[in-house]
């Protein structure tokens, strides 16, 4: 993973100092891109530990089109609460009268996620994030985006326009209302000489805290993809617009940046024949050796 680290070293290098939706800060460069070739090992970020199961649960929602984080919390996936959180505070006339990521504020979070884990009327009323990613990859206007691909692939492989878009400027003011607008938004599928390789598209990438679950996700997704269809993965390649670090994270991508990596892991999946068959036991990681942990707040 060592052009991911280049990656933090470049913006704190030549980034420029910019204001942010948040409110927080960042240093950001503009248009990056990150090649990893599958064959190698499972591109997961070793300088600090990351969260597998995090990521292998979240896929699983996207893939199965579900919008509503109780899925997410059950499996103690906690990446997304943040903004179904802030946006409950907001409809219950609370969130002036609480200090971001304050004591308080992480009692109240803690409250929120115990009532979507715990009452179905409560997960229904606040945990759904809007028509984000897995509403737009299985359907976008009534097209089921993700299984139309995986067809048009067994069909019709050498085509160009492989292509899944999250971004529905239809919907994107719906989606503010309680979460955000994808930030991960087209990727496209490309073969040749038996390998599947994807591109995916970020218009905004936190590298600290959301490109390695990012990274893994989509190199993950392309493994699902070639095993079902009797391919090989290839590469993930990783285009980014506007490519930052939080300025509260100056200190992490320090401590990161001072540690070595490891050898990537190993991936293996049960075969399927349907994408929308895998369960998480289908999915076993191998040989993870990372750093410890590195905790930092999400903007949001």
Known sequence: MKQYLDLLKEIKDKGVRKE??????????FGHQMRFDLQEGFPLVTTKKVNFDSILH?????????????????????????????????????????????????????????KIKNSEAFAREYGDLGPVY??????????DQLNQVIEDLKTNPNSRRHIVSAWNPKEIPVMIKSGLPPCHTLFQFYV????????????SADVFLGVPYNIASYALLTCMIASVIDLVPGE????????????NHL?????????DPHRLPKI?????????????????????????????????
Not at 20 to 29: C, M, N
Not at 87 to 96: A, F, G, R
Request: charged residues 30%.
């Open 134 to 143: 897995g509403k737009q990859w299985r359907d976008f206007e009534g097209v």
């Open 192 to 203: 040749s000489e038996g390998k599947l390789s994807c591109q995916l598209y970020q218009r």
């Open 20 to 29: 942010d939706r948040t409110g927080t800060g960042t240093i950001s460069i």
């Open 58 to 114: 979240e896929l699983l929602w996207f893939v199965r089109g579900d919008t509503n984080i109780e899925y997410l919390v059950k499996n103690k996936v906690n990446i997304w609460n943040e903004w179904p959180f802030k946006s409950w505070l907001e409809k219950t006339n609370q969130l002036q009268d609480i200090e971001m990521h304050s004591e308080e504020w992480k009692e109240k979070l803690n409250e929120f996620v115990d």
């Open 251 to 259: 200190e992490q991508v320090d401590e990161q940046l001072s540690r």
């Open 236 to 247: 993930f390649v990783h285009s980014l617009g506007d490519t930052h670090i939080y300025l």
């Open 268 to 300: 293996e999946i049960n075969k399927k024949t349907s994408l929308f068959d895998y369960e998480y036991e289908d999915f076993e990681l191998i040989e993870y050796k990372s750093h410890p942990f590195i905790s930092a707040p999400i903007a949001v």
